[in-house]
């Protein structure tokens, strides 16, 4: 099964500092035909113009994955924790039983482009956690790097659930195999770029939910940006 969620289909929330598009249902948005996909249940394309943020606020039993791509982004917490994320480095941040953070872009005249992804653990209640690691671009070019996946598998990023993150950069006119969804979810999400899986065609915020497909081909004539969830059903 592949079903496309396309970008203009997308809930959408403007603010004087935020332009935020939801793949899924969230805050004032809701339709209950997009409410997750397995355990991801937020999928987040934010805008945060300079000097724009977050104020500190709280969350529980979520798994938060923090993907910048453009600019950057401050990062406090009740942990203790001040840090800033920038392409090229990712955050995995456990709620848990309880967490308050904040989120700013740093620059009064730059704008931060950000995926904030939401993953519900394998159980409620865990001890609140943080990570961010730094991770080497070239690792990503015509390959799939693993950002995340559970803590006995190597990855950038440890996750508390049966979920892998994949990261790749295609070059104009690449080539890569979509992993397989046998007895699987699956999620791609495009970042940037127009590429095509199959007899699907996808542009920058389409996002392809897959369920128990074998392993597929993508194709670009472009650069494109791309992310990979594979998820339990």
Known sequence: MKVVRKAEERGHAKFDWLDSHHTFSFGEYYDPEHMQWGPLRVMNDDLIAGGGGFP???????????????????????????????PGRVQLMGAGTGIYHSEFNPSETETTRLLQIWIQPERPGLEPSYQEEDYDPADRQNKWLTLVAPVDEPSVLDVRQDVRIYNTVLNEAGALELPNSEGRKGWLQVVNGNLTVGDVVLKRGDGLALEDESAQEIVTSSSAELLYFDLPR
Do not use: C, N, W
């Open 56 to 86: 500190t606020h709280p969350h529980r039993d979520m798994e938060i994955f923090s993907y910048v791509t453009e600019g950057a982004l401050a990062h406090k917490d009740s942990t203790g924790t001040s840090s800033q994320i920038y």
